[in-house]
């Protein structure tokens, strides 16, 4: 099903040099991390904060603190 993503793909080439296949950078994680994790954590907490707010009881990882 992924098949593609295992493949190697051939050098590809620009006046004769080679040019490095594609990478996940560093950046590119951070970047996911904020633009993904950070909305999820909001929405989590949001989600926590509501529980607690209409049934009284706290569910949140802050219970222990």
């Known amino acids: 099903m992924l098949n593609f ?3 190697r793909r051939k050098k ?3 006046m ?3 040019l ?4 996940l ?3 590119a994680v951070l970047w996911a991390l904020v633009y993904l ?8 907490t949001l989600m926590d904060l ?6 009284g009881h ?7 603190l």
């Open 37 to 44: 994790g950070l909305p999820l954590l909001a929405l989590g």
């Open 12 to 14: 590809q080439t620009v």
């Open 16 to 18: 004769g040099h080679r």
């Open 5 to 7: 993503l295992r493949e």
């Open 58 to 64: 706290c569910t949140g990882f802050w219970c222990g």
């Open 50 to 55: 509501l529980i607690q707010a209409i049934t």
């Open 25 to 27: 950078t560093l950046q």
């Open 20 to 23: 490095e296949e594609p990478r």
